[in-house]
């Protein structure tokens, strides 16, 4: 893609992003447009010469830190030209301030906040602008983490999926932790982020992020077994913590299923549901289980579920959901690992012979199962 829109005949790159894919210029319409694009396409490619010479002579003023900012406002994707900035801020602008002045240096990473902020609504999935603000917030030993918490939200009202937004307040919940100036505990902090991705998948099921979140979460609440006091007018909410408190991972997993077959019946081939399923399946929780009838009521009611839904799938479409049947894999030996019924592993290989015919492009994957899981 030419740094100027427009001078390549066929706009391939832009026909991926939605749009027309039938716009092209002729050969003088390009030429033309290049002709009059000319003097500022000269203008970027003499401030781009100019910063990199600046920035290789580690020349630290209010001049170049000028011409890194007009630089970014053309292009923001220029890792080494934040990198250039990161050196500008630590030499030049805090040059002057002595380390024991917080506010000083606070007051102006607020500023450099600002300027990241704008260019994020340019490029929300710009891995240098996201390190570039990460950067910024180690360096100020006054942040703000529950604005950081909101403007994430507001990201994610736009694009619920962003990674690097999901990755963003991994970061901030850690820095929240480690300030000794936040009031909440780690495990108030844990079960706010666990409410937050229940609000999140009520929102949009389809959201990886939020479910593999919820799952490290998961782990870390019935480690702690937070004794927090939480009033909450959410029946549902209130009952999670009294499970996590109890460490009662039966009691958990049946709520748990009840959410997650909602999301499944409401996209059956959504796969982030899928493998959050089989997490839900794993040693993890079932390994440890002492009461085995009543692990066995809640693995087969599971798999009479899915049953159903593979059934429903094939009246609908003509033919059986690869997820339902994937599941069933793993849900049949789980049943065969807890009561050694031959039946079970009969139907295990008998769906897995299923599979390799329904999806032959994975069959090495469903040999593996077979083999090894």
Request: charged letters at 35%.
């Amino acid at each position: 893609m030419s740094f100027v829109k427009g001078y390549s005949q066929n706009s391939s790159f832009e026909s991926m992003h939605g749009r027309d894919k039938s716009f092209k210029l002729t050969k003088e319409e390009a030429l033309k447009r290049m002709r009059l694009e000319k003097p500022r396409v000269d203008n970027y490619k003499s401030l781009c010469e100019r910063v990199l010479l600046g920035r290789k002579q580690r020349i630290y003023n209010q001049e170049y830190y000028d011409l890194v900012t007009d630089l970014l406002e053309w292009n923001q994707e220029l890792y080494t030209v934040w990198n250039y900035r990161k050196e500008l801020i630590t030499n030049f602008l805090f040059k002057s301030i002595k380390e024991a002045c917080v506010q000083a240096r606070h007051d102006i990473l607020v500023k450099e906040l600002d300027f990241v902020l704008k260019k994020l609504k340019q490029s929300p999935k710009s891995y240098w602008i996201w390190n570039h603000r990460i950067w910024c917030l180690k360096l100020d030993k006054l942040s703000n983490w529950p604005m950081e918490l909101q403007l994430i939200e507001t990201f994610l009202k736009v694009d619920s999926r962003n990674y690097h937004v999901w990755s963003y307040r991994r970061l901030i919940v850690g820095f929240m932790k480690s300030d000794q100036e936040f009031t909440k505990s780690d495990e108030l902090i844990d079960f706010e982020e666990f409410k937050f991705t229940t609000k999140m998948i009520n929102r949009d099921i389809s959201n990886y992020s939020a479910w593999h979140n919820r799952s490290q979460l998961i782990v870390k609440l019935f480690l702690k077994s937070p004794g927090i006091e939480l009033q909450d007018d959410d029946k549902s909410i209130s009952e999670y913590l009294g499970v996590f408190r109890k460490k009662d991972k039966i009691g958990f997993l049946r709520k748990e299923l009840n959410l997650v077959k909602t999301a499944i019946y409401t996209d059956p081939e959504d796969s982030s549901v899928w493998f959050y399923l089989k997490w839900l399946i794993s040693d993890y929780f079932i390994k440890e289980l002492t009461n085995t009838e009543e692990v066995l009521k809640l693995v087969e009611k599971l798999n009479v579920d899915v049953e159903e839904l593979n059934e429903v799938e094939l009246d609908d479409n003509g033919i059986e959901n690869n997820w339902c049947l994937i599941t069933e894999v793993y849900l049949m030996k789980r049943l065969f690992k807890l009561q050694k019924n031959p039946q079970d592993l009969e139907k295990f290989h008998e769906i897995l012979n299923k599979l390799m015919v329904l999806d032959p492009m994975r069959i090495e994957r469903y040999k593996e199962i077979k083999l090894n899981e």
